[in-house]
């Protein structure tokens, strides 16, 4: 796991400056169940600015587009793939003003890493 580009990345999601230190150290924990072909994933978050107790809960199918809310209560387009011990997560318009977003997270030894 690492932060390469996460600077760029917080400025195109328009994440305020005086924020970055802050969103790097966090963390994020994801849990994941299924039930057959559906995913769910529960996220929380201890970066500053998004409460401890404050969770965001996604379903989904691989392969199909559906409605993700994240932490900061935005609602995007996504569509999330898995090959080969990889997640793939695309936006396509990340930020409501057409940003295409491709977020990769590798599942390894029963923990999802960035």
């Not at 295409?100 to 029963?110: I, L, Y």
């Amino acid at each position: 796991a690492g932060n390469e580009n996460l600077d760029a990345y917080l400025e195109a999601t328009g994440c305020p400056k005086e924020y970055f230190d802050t969103v790097k150290s966090g963390t994020l924990t994801y849990d994941f169940s299924q039930d057959g072909d559906v995913i769910t994933c529960r996220t929380s978050s201890t970066a500053l600015g998004v409460d401890d107790r404050k969770v965001s809960t996604n379903t989904f199918k691989f392969g199909e587009e559906f409605e993700e809310v994240g932490l900061d209560g935005q609602k995007r387009k996504a569509t999330i793939s898995f090959t080969g011990g990889k997640m793939t997560f695309v936006y396509a318009d990340f930020d409501g003003k057409g940003t295409r977003c491709t977020m990769v997270k590798e599942v390894a030894d029963g923990k999802l890493t960035e």
